[in-house]
């Protein structure tokens, strides 16, 4: 079955930087586009960032864009979100979504706070 394993979550200061990563496992990796999407405590969840199935076309959330940055390693089935400048409206748990499977990753949290 289709797996998706978020890491690299944690506390950091604002302005501090994180790298989150997601591992796919039970489909074709490179042959699909892949999204981030986060959920703070009493909010929607809310789509942060696309790629496109070799990374060639990227999207993001205008409250993300200019500090966050999607990228893919297909070789390693491997989805990453580069997150800068973090702000403590950053703080989410943040999910890796693959579209045409139609699954999620459990998520992996994110707190930005002094």
């Known amino acids: 079955q289709v797996q998706l394993v978020e890491s690299g979550g944690g506390l950091v200061q604002p302005g501090g930087s994180l790298r989150l990563s997601c591992v796919a496992s039970?489909?074709?990796?490179?042959?699909?586009?892949m999204k981030w999407y986060r959920q703070a405590p009493g909010k929607e969840r809310e789509w942060v960032a696309h790629?496109?199935?070799?990374?060639?076309?990227?999207e993001y959330a205008d409250s993300v864009k200019g500090r966050f940055t999607i990228s893919r390693d297909n070789g390693q089935n491997t989805v990453y979100l580069q997150m800068n400048n973090l702000k403590p409206d950053d703080t989410a748990v943040y999910y890796c979504?693959?579209?045409?499977?139609?699954?999620w990753g459990q998520g992996t949290q994110v707190t930005v706070s002094s």
């Open positions: 979504n693959a579209p045409t499977p139609g699954s």
């Open positions: 039970g489909f074709t990796f490179s042959m699909y586009a």
């Open positions: 790629i496109s199935s070799i990374g060639s076309d990227t």
